[in-house]
């Protein structure tokens, strides 16, 4: 179903890239949603920084937050999927968009806004010791590093700005600036940095006016900034660069701003590009070889309009390329879009003073840069403070939409029987379990190649069987990963005993949908629970599927361990150290993120966490002579302690200064969101030996809050607590921590107390 409504999906818009056209794209459908049409939005970086405010988030006029949009909650306003991935193919043939890492994803029509990236990066040396300034995510990253080299560094430093364009210029200014910043504030001298721009042509800032490219000469000559201009740059060096003339010039670092470049894969697509890589689009927008994919900002050449590559011009076709998908899809006539000619520039100098330009005038001031600060800010606001949606009450889709066996599979749904009748059909379920590849085992005697009415498994001698099952509803629009995570939630009972798993069944409801939707769903949800199964070396031997309301997912999973290897909750010692493995916070991060109030990087951090296997941790916990181990989850650290403590019959004291919490989670925390869960693990409270003042304690909520996919916490010989950290460390459990130790008075039932060292 769509999210937007209770309607089957019928038309997928998929689009590539979270850039500045995008950006309306997804506001257009949040305000004008088209029932039945479904968006997901697949991008490489889930925070678009808005280009207008790059050059001031160098020069640090900005705060991350104040010049990024935020991709994930915009999205979820627009009822759209988010999927972080770089998509690097397109399959027209099956009609699905490639990426990295996941499945194939189904379109119907494509949206493609990737913007571009510095040309010219394959000369010589330039992929190893040139800083291209996009993708600027990794720029910002490799930038962090820079300012610190530069800071720190003690003999003379040459810094070199490839790239006389705007983008170059506004670099090589607002850079020094902060550099500049950055020495004042250790009271250094910035004698020893010097910052030279390079740039092909015999003028900086060739597609400006002569007063612009003068205001700009002077600036950069009154900040000691040396232009160079006709270095055409063909090496770059640790120490140097080389221009086409043979000239070498001393260069400890290199920012490459120079023209932009299309990416290559492209190209392979079979889409029309033009010379130099850019999707050709005629004035719809659309595609001159495919009618179902559009294209705007840098990554568009559009035939009749030649326009520089600007982040005006793409937040320009936003509105006009919505419209078109808008209409493109309910089988409307297109609108032709003309951009305007002239635009009005505003360049900033670096130091909050800016010189406008457009066609042959030209002005500069501080005054300006406060206008276009308030012009950008107001911009930002646009999409990252977002109003309150109401729901339509009974939405209806615009038939044109669907052919007509679509129709038929449609008035089909509303007619659904329950009981049996509600299973996924079974070409559907043989469809999908075809592309599925599990692993086979040599113990699985009957498993899901071989159909017959159950599996049949071997329990080798000496060994017992391990059982748990987990099932829950999904959580975030991306079957995908929601599969992956479900699979490792429920493999991690398993590990938490100390145990091998060797079969998995599955058990999955799929939104009621038309055939193809059903089927992809599903096709999803396992290869996510797949990878991870196989990952695991664990047989999915079986399992059983239905159409519900909504997505929902589990395994019950069967696991062989020796008998003295099993790990319980009842064995914890006097004197044993208490480890966690995984930071805590899914619960308020999660119910932040459907109210569209965390951070998409918040979530993509927390997913990540949940997505790691508890595999490594289980064994290591183990070797490492764990006397007992749990899984966080549903109950909280606290609900699933006390658990412990009572089945051992000890107590324990927990330093809430150590426990491992989620970036964001305190936020969300502060301004009371919580899972639905908290308020039945707060009554676990009881069990706290008199609190105090720390229930006041900044940690002390999250006590309470509900893990899915959480760590491993055990009761750890403290002589083996810090071989055991720094194996956890190593194994890739980064957040792994000695959060309190086990005392011996286990009679009481208030047997948590908690400190905060
Ligand atoms: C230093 C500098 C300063 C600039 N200053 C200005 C300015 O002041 N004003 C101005 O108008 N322009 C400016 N520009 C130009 C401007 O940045 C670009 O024109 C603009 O960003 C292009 O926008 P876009 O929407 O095409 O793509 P972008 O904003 O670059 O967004 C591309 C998006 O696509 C995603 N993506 C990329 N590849 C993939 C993939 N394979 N799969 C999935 N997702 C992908 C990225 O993660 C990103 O979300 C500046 C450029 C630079 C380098």
Known sequence: MNNANNIPVIKDIVLIGGGHSHLSVL???????????????????????????????????????????????????????????????????????????????????????????????????????????????RFLTQWDQLTDKITGAKNDFHLAVVGGGAGGVEMALATQYRLFQLLQQQNRSNDFLSIDLYCDSDRILPTHNKQVQKRFSHVLQQRNIKIHINHRIKEVQQSYLLNTNGDQHPADAVLWVTNASAPAWLANTGLDVDAEGFITVNDYLQSTSHENVFAAGDIAAVVNHPRPKSGVFAVRQGPPLARNLARAVQKKPLKAFSPQKNFLGLISTGDKYAIASRSNWSLEGAWLWKIKDWIDRRFMDNFNILPEMAQEETPRFNHAMADKQTLHEISAIAMRCGGCGAKVGSTVLSRVVNRLQPITRDDVVIGLADPDDAAVTEVPAGKLIVQSVDYFRSFIDDPYIFGQIAANHALSDIFAMGAEAQSAMAIATIPY?????????????????????????????????????????????????????????????????????????????????????AKGRWIDAALKSMLLSNQAAGFCMHDHGATACTDVTGFGLLGHLVEMTRSSGKSVTLDLNSLPIMDGALEMIKTSIFSSLQEQNVRLRRAIKDPGELTAHKHFPLLFDPQTSGGLLAAIPADNAKACLAELKELAYPASVVIGKVTDDGESLENVTLIAD
């Open 27 to 137: 506001k257009y459908f949040a305000m004008h949603p088209v029932p039945g049409l479904r968006l997901t939005l697949i991008t490489r970086d889930l925070h678009t920084p808005y280009s207008g405010m790059l050059p001031g988030y160098i020069a640090g006029h900005y705060q991350y937050d104040e010049a990024h949009i935020d991709l994930r909650p915009l999205a979820q306003f627009a009822q759209a999927r988010i999927y972080h991935a770089e998509v690097n193919d397109l399959d027209f043939e099956n009609s699905n968009v490639i990426c990295a890492g996941r499945p194939p994803v189904h379109f119907d029509f494509i949206s493609i806004n990737i913007g571009s990236k510095p040309g010219a990066l394959h000369i010589p040396g330039a992929d190893n010791f040139a800083i291209p300034v996009k993708p600027i995510d």
């Open 513 to 597: 949908g038309i055939e193809n939707q059903v089927e992809d769903q599903l096709f999803q949800t396992m290869s996510g629970a797949l990878d991870v199964l196989n990952a695991s070396n664990t047989a999915l031997v079986g399992g059983h599927s239905s159409e519900g309301a909504e997505l929902s997912f589990g395994l019950s999973v069967t696991g062989l361990a020796n008998r003295e290897q099993v790990m319980r909750k009842s064995g914890m010692q006097a004197g044993d150290v208490l480890i966690l493995t995984k930071a805590l916070g899914t619960g308020t991060l999660f119910a932040a993120d459907m109210r569209l109030k």
